[in-house]
């Protein structure tokens, strides 16, 4: 589960609700379904007008991304350590010894890498493949992100749309003092839920699948090379830098000493 953006929401809410009690107004006052309606429902109907259903079918799949975390997916130590034996082992028994290896791969596109590199396809035609199935996923990718990114642009504007439907219905109670600023004070309540679902929620939303989308995309990167150094028949500890090159500084020195502490 990815707790940041949890933790994320829940300290957003706090600061409104907090801010709120500060500024001495109604914490209650954010209990108004009418400006619910206004910004969820508005937002959900502008994103519908924007894309097409076949995108928006993925919408649930999305949350699963920026909530969830990916059990198969595999870790730099898991590379380091799965190229690194493969690595040997196809230098001593050739590549073709590898194929016992691929019923303990779960990752889909290591695997179908794998099958590539065991059934001798040319380093050209490898590359060619896997770049091509990555960028169809980028593409994926941006497209559920603008998802969120539309939503985040549509939001504030409703909530302007709401603020402007409960000033109208505030109008009709100008000889009410009291029920007059009741109305005013719930007016801008719509303008609240939007500049905060629309700043709070939906582009950060959207920077998260970026930001995962970039890891993901450079992960699988390194993968193409690691299989392209594989079928050339590299060394081991050519491989192993290759990984670790790809890893920072601190990721690089906890990955080296773990491997240490393997070896030992």
């Known amino acids: 589960m990815d ?3 949890i933790i994320g929401i829940i300290l957003g809410l706090v600061a409104v609700i907090v801010g709120m009690f500060f500024k001495g107004a109604e914490v209650a006052a954010l209990l108004n379904p009418a400006a619910a309606l206004i910004i969820f429902v508005g937002t959900i109907a502008a ?16 949350f699963k991304v920026l909530f969830g975390s990916n059990k198969k997916d595999l870790s730099y130590e898991q590379l380091l350590e799965s190229f690194v034996q493969w690595t040997s082992e196809s230098r001593k028994y050739g590549i073709l010894s590898l194929e016992q290896q691929l019923d303990g791969i779960q990752d889909e596109f290591l695997l179908r890498g794998m099958k590539f590199v065991i059934d001798g396809v040319s380093a050209e035609d490898l590359e060619r493949i896997l770049e091509a199935e990555l960028e169809a996923m980028e593409e994926r990718h941006a497209k559920g992100a603008a998802i969120f990114s539309q939503a985040g ?4 504007t409703l909530g302007v749309l709401g603020a402007v439907i409960g000033l109208v219905a505030a109008l009709g109670n100008l000889t ?3 029920k007059l600023g009741h109305a005013i004070s719930g007016a801008f309540i719509a303008t609240i839920f939007g ?4 700043y709070v929620l939906w582009h950060p939303f ?3 699948l970026k930001q995962k989308s970039a890891a993901e995309l450079e992960k699988k990167r390194l993968i193409i090379d690691c299989l392209l150094m594989l079928q050339e028949g590299t060394y081991p500890f050519i491989m192993k830098n290759r990984i670790l090159g790809a890893l920072s500084a601190s990721e690089r020195k906890k990955l080296e000493k773990g491997a240490e502490q393997n070896e030992e």
């Open 47 to 62: 994103v519908c007008i924007a894309f097409p259903m076949n995108q928006l079918k993925g919408v649930p799949k999305l």
């Open 206 to 208: 959207a920077n998260k």
């Open 195 to 198: 500049i905060f679902s629309g």
């Open 176 to 178: 009410d003092i009291e």
């Open 153 to 156: 642009t549509y939001a504030p």
């Open 3 to 5: 707790f940041a953006t």
